[in-house]
């Protein structure tokens, strides 16, 4: 199947401090990408839809302003989680639509801040 | 409300057919069925989808009721490496899953 895939894969940080997730498609290219939360033992949330070359779409609840979303080409999508505090600290996920075949997943960020 | 149900955990035993099942009573006309499963600390891996119709692929099966409430996944002779947690998802119009609660299958030897 397709490949996505994520960096970093596990990140620590200071609180207050800002922190940068990439997602990238490998081999395909995706004008959409999708980013996910999950916190310990619980299913994925979505938290925001990633368009190529427009603003993303974030769902209810999810700080646009805290979670910044950039789309800037076909195969990467950023996240930057600004001013990063405790309750921030969870599993990111990004997601890549192939229009051919299917979404697929990259490998997730474990983001910790102390 | 969740828009699909499904157990909190299965065993099954290895070499032996998994059926997982997946309520989603108020699926739309134009959502489709996806599953992934994931392994503790990884990406979801993809499986399978459908919109109506079964669907077979080289890791398992959909079946997807008549009036689409519901769904199952089969791993026709699971191993122990299938082990892991099942996702039941409906992908909206604009492509995004939404992921229901998740199956804990446990294949025992």
């Known amino acids: 199947g397709a490949v996505v895939s994520q960096h970093p894969s596990r990140v620590i940080c200071k609180s207050g401090t800002s922190v940068k997730i990439e997602c990238r498609s490998l081999?395909?290219?995706?004008?959409?990408m999708f980013w996910y939360r999950q916190f310990p033992k619980k299913s994925l949330m979505l938290m925001a839809t990633s368009n190529e070359g427009s603003k993303a779409t974030y769902e209810q609840g999810v700080e646009k302003d805290k979670f910044l979303i950039n789309h800037a080409s076909l195969t990467l999508s950023t996240l930057t989680v600004t001013s990063a505090h405790p309750e921030d600290s969870s599993f990111y996920i990004c997601?890549?639509?192939?229009?051919?075949?299917?979404?697929?997943f990259g490998p997730g960020t474990r983001l910790t801040v102390l | 409300d969740a828009k699909t149900t499904q157990p909190p955990s299965m065993d099954c035993a290895e070499g032996r057919a998994a059926n997982l099942p997946c309520n989603h009573s108020t699926i739309s006309g134009n959502e489709y069925v996806y599953w992934y499963r994931q392994i503790h600390s990884q990406g979801p891996q993809y499986i399978i989808h459908?919109?109506?119709n079964n669907e077979t692929n080289e890791m398992a099966s959909l079946i997807i009721t008549e009036d689409r409430k519901s769904s199952t996944l089969i791993l026709p002779h699971a191993t122990l490496r299938d082990t892991a947690v099942y996702y039941c998802?409906?992908?909206?119009?604009?492509?995004?899953?939404?992921f229901g609660s998740g199956t804990q299958l446990t294949v025992l030897p």
């Open positions: 997601s890549a639509r192939d229009p051919l075949a299917g979404q697929y």
């Open positions: 081999d395909f290219q995706a004008t959409t």
């Open positions: 459908g919109l109506k």
């Open positions: 998802a409906l992908s909206g119009s604009a492509r995004q899953l939404t």
